[in-house]
């Protein structure tokens, strides 16, 4: 876990030059060299003491592996597949995640016997990890990093990868793209111009806002910059040169299209702007929801709980199968129902499993040598207690993976804007693996403390019930922040969250931005107690439609 929030912090400073799907390929081969590691640490011929270094090496390694892949696999995905069936595939991804660790119980279980079997466990990842790494080599770099880069022929032929007719499909999400980033350029010119007017000159760069730019987020901003643009008709000539902005600093950041040298943009005043505030939101509020309601806890004492069953030789095993099986609902379900549905409905059934389990530890003594949530040999037989709370934990892990496991990364794929996606799913990537470090760490520490204060029989009580209070939060947080997503493009998805006049009807909203479009606060403040996101909310695009054409060549 430490190896995967280093990967995700070099991620966020290389993700702009190196693109999505050299992540992975990178990935790949960090993932076979640290399960080389692993396998090799144990050989005789390595000191005890190189041997647990080496170990640790490989793991460190694999790691930084996972923060790669990461990052890479659910953007990717996202870029690449038709909207109407994206949550599908970037869903599959945790379907496959779940296959992997199912694979290396099975292969634990089969090999616990055996002298030295786990480093074949480890060794076995090598087989997965090239095919991983072939199959990415055969795969095109997404269409919006390659129009970055000024590659116009090889995004069209991305961008028409996945389709049976890729020409007209290829036409049609170029054109999407353009508009989209047309959209972007008059937004930020007009923004440019109206601080220079509002603030007396004041520098205003529109991938860098300054303190003048940030003003415009307030209710007399927006109310003047509304003005300015409803009074001018920008024609497709006001922004024929399309300026693609990156969101990261690296070798290919800055304008990289319109014909200027590379300028390098400092990632945190364009992407912790207002302008971005309402995906920030939704996309950090559920990927730290979805740690701190408890989930790496539960696996952490579910081993105590099923060896007090007898059920310890297998239960990991068990556990995986049964991952699985809820993780292919959310798949085969994603599109139709929505992500706010799953979401809603996953985090109820785990606030009605804490609750089971905070009722069923009420009085519970551990066994001595339990109190850490481990245990040695298997106890005898399974009680009325120890079912209750078994069956609270896969209730709990079957409602996880159909809401939180795969749709926090489902959503943080989707909801950020072109400029700042991959530097944001990086900060996203950075807050998941933080937060299951605090997590895995500071429960011992919770149940410790907790046993110190109201006594051991009621420390494993209070701490889910702790974790019932955080869910009972998350729904209300879902319910609240999260948009509904399912059947919009990445770009329609933009321009929702922006507030556009061309986003999809208000019946996509979630509660709080309907109401903050609805009717704003004084100085800019929504019911949800956000700034307005974008001083363009509720203004008429002032980019004319291009009837699904492409830019021309001397635009480009």
Not at 3 to 9: D, L, R, T
Not at 275 to 284: I, K, P, Q, S
Not at 388 to 414: C, D, H, K, N, R
Not at 431 to 448: D, E, K, M, R, T
Request: with cysteine; aromatic share 10%; hydrophobic share 45%.
């Amino acid at each position: 876990m430490g190896g995967a929030f280093i990967g995700s912090i070099i991620v966020f400073k290389v993700t702009a030059a190196l693109g999505t799907r050299r992540e992975m390929l990178n990935a790949s081969v960090l993932f076979i060299l640290g399960a080389v590691l692993e396998s090799f640490a144990a050989t005789s011929s390595l000191s005890p003491g190189m041997g647990i270094a080496t170990l640790l090496l490989g793991r460190w390694t694999y790691g930084i592996g996972c923060g790669f892949a990461m990052h890479g696999a659910p953007s990717y995905i996202a870029e690449m597949s038709p909207s109407d069936v994206r949550g599908m595939l970037v869903s599959l991804k945790e379907c496959m995640i779940v296959v992997g660790m199912l694979a290396g119980y099975l292969i634990g279980w089969l090999l616990s016997e055996s002298e030295g079997g786990w480093r074949y466990t480890y060794g076995a990842a090598v087989l997965p990890a090239v095919i991983f790494f072939l199959g990415v080599a055969r795969l095109p770099s997404p269409p919006r990093w390659l129009l970055k880069r000024g590659e116009v022929k090889d995004a069209r032929y991305s961008a028409g990868f996945v389709y049976a007719h890729p020409g007209p499909a290829a036409d049609k999400a170029l054109a999407e793209i353009t508009d989209a980033e047309r959209e972007r350029n008059a937004l930020a010119a007009a923004r440019a111009a109206m601080a220079e007017e509002a603030f007396g000159g004041a520098a205003y760069d529109a991938a860098s806002p300054s303190e003048a730019g940030d003003e415009l987020s307030t209710s007399a901003g927006s109310s003047a910059l509304t003005s300015s643009v409803r009074s001018k008709d920008l024609s497709k000539s006001d922004v024929s040169g399309v300026t693609w902005h990156t969101s990261n600093t690296g070798s290919d950041g800055g304008a990289l299209v319109s014909g200027a040298a590379p300028k390098p943009i400092e990632l945190p005043p364009t992407l912790f702007t207002a302008a971005n505030r309402r995906a920030l939101t939704a996309a950090l509020g559920v990927v730290t929801l979805q740690q701190v309601t408890g989930q790496p806890s539960i696996l952490y004492y579910a081993a105590a709980i099923f060896k007090d069953a007898g059920m310890s030789s297998y239960a990991a095993v068990l556990t995986g199968a049964f991952k699985l099986l809820a993780t292919m609902v959310s798949v085969m379900v994603v599109d139709k129902n929505g992500r706010r549905w799953l979401l809603l409905l996953g985090i109820t059934i785990m606030f009605f499993a804490l609750v089971m389990m905070t009722v069923a530890f009420y009085g519970y003594e551990p066994a001595e040598g339990d109190d850490d949530g481990r245990s040695g040999d298997d106890d005898a037989g399974i009680n009325g207690r120890t079912a209750v709370i078994i069956t609270g934990m896969f209730l709990y892990i079957g409602g996880y993976q159909i809401s939180f496991g795969p749709i926090a990364w489902l959503l943080i794929s989707e909801v950020f804007a072109t400029d700042v996606r991959d530097s944001a799913i990086a900060v996203a990537v950075q807050c998941n693996f933080a937060w299951n470090l605090l997590v895995s760490f500071g429960y011992p520490i919770l149940v410790q403390g907790l046993g110190a204060l109201l006594g051991t029989r009621y420390m494993y009580c209070a701490a889910f019930g702790i974790f019932g209070a955080l869910t009972l939060y998350s729904i209300y947080f879902v319910y609240v922040y999260v948009p509904e997503t399912k059947g919009l493009t990445l770009e329609e998805i933009e321009r929702f969250l922006r507030g556009d006049a061309k986003a999809p009807a208000a019946a996509f909203r979630p509660k709080a931005l309907a109401m903050a479009s609805a009717s704003p606060s004084p100085r800019g403040q929504t019911p949800m107690g956000l700034e307005h996101s974008d001083a363009f909310s509720g203004v008429q695009s002032p980019i004319p439609e291009t009837g699904g054409s492409l830019l021309s060549s001397a635009e480009w």
